[in-house]
């Protein structure tokens, strides 16, 4: 059988959540294929294999087992953040010649990056939020940031796959601290005007068949905005069909299947968005999406009467082309 390693963990806030994200996608690799969690952390990538635990050799992405080395013949990174959201270890893989079934190195880089990737998809005629980027705190003065914006508005990391760090600011005397605390989380920092909307998000990939959208989710955060609390600790509520008219169902499914192909992602993604009006415009996407039993995508894919196992098979016969 051939050998596939799982690859979670991280150097991001986010470590639990992708280790538990990794742990169902092992639950539900098809038949035929002998399963790894590789997890990953500064200096040291451990290997695990029905209880056991061993060393991972970087050289060659090599492990030991019961005497015997072993070798990965496939890889998917489902770390969110740093280093596999951004695409590091998907181009780790690429030089090391062991396939990825998810998003490659560039798609992954470019979507991981808030402003980069808002940037792109504007060019291409794709409504995102009015944003201002900054290289350091003290790149533009506060006055100069709401006469530009207004208020409130959202201060991101631009360069974390994390929920953490993000804040929406409503007075000016706020802003400072919501920039500080948004480059602890990362090297760059984008404001984005307020999109005053219905939240969604709708998860898209692709099998035999060609680029497929689920059924869109709808958030109802209790706080502000959908935040870590909100996606992780049960506190917004997830409406799968998303209470939504059908054709702005259809422009957003549209939407989200052209994005993914600009972008040339594979495997599964997940495309948020922010109606304002009738126009659906794009808040982020998402190429490593949460994966627990609790996350938005499986609630998608079970929604769309399939099994997660049924669904990743799709996955491996369309990226693996078997």
């Known amino acids: 059988m051939k050998k596939i390693g799982i690859f979670c963990g991280g150097f991001s806030s ?32 451990t290997v695990h294999y029905k209880g056991l635990e061993t060393l991972m050799d970087l050289n060659d992405l090599s492990f030991m087992f019961n005497g015997q080395k072993e070798k ?13 959201e951004n695409g590091k270890i998907q181009a780790f893989l690429e030089m090391k010649n062991i396939p990825c079934i998810n998003s490659g190195a560039l798609a992954s880089e470019l979507s991981f990056d808030k402003w980069f990737c808002n940037q792109f998809l504007r060019a291409f005629g794709v409504p995102v939020a009015k944003s201002i980027l900054l290289y350091s705190p003290n790149d533009c003065s506060s006055e100069h940031i709401i006469n530009s914006l207004g208020l409130p508005i959202f201060v991101k990391p631009a360069d974390s796959g994390s929920s953490f760090g993000i804040s929406k600011v409503s007075k000016e005397a706020d802003l400072k601290a919501a920039i500080d605390k948004a480059f602890a ?3 760059t920092v984008v404001i984005e005007s307020f999109l005053n909307g219905t939240e969604v998000t709708c998860g898209v990939y692709r099998n035999l068949e060609g680029i497929q959208a689920l059924p869109i989710t ?22 799968t069909p998303a209470r939504i008219p059908d054709n702005i169902r259809d422009k957003i499914h549209e939407q989200a299947k052209m994005i993914y192909q600009l972008l040339r992602l594979k495997s599964v ?14 808040i982020e996407v ?5 994966f627990s039993s609790a996350s938005i995508v499986p609630q998608m894919v079970q929604k769309n009467g399939q099994t997660l196992k ?13």
């Open 14 to 45: 986010e470590f639990d959540i992708s280790v538990k994200s990794a742990t169902t996608i092992l639950a539900n690799v098809p038949d035929g294929y002998d399963a790894f969690l590789i997890v990953v952390r500064p200096g040291i990538w």
């Open 72 to 84: 990965l013949d496939i890889g998917i990174v489902y770390i969110h953040g740093n280093p596999g």
């Open 185 to 187: 989380e990362g090297e």
């Open 218 to 239: 709808e958030i109802v955060s209790e706080g502000e905005f959908f935040d870590y609390e909100a996606k992780y600790l049960g506190k917004s509520k997830e409406i």
């Open 269 to 282: 993604a997940r495309i948020d968005f922010m109606i304002v009006g009738d126009e659906p415009h794009v």
């Open 286 to 290: 998402n190429t490593t999406p949460g």
């Open 310 to 322: 049924e669904f990743w098979q799709e996955i491996f016969e369309v990226e693996l082309g078997q």
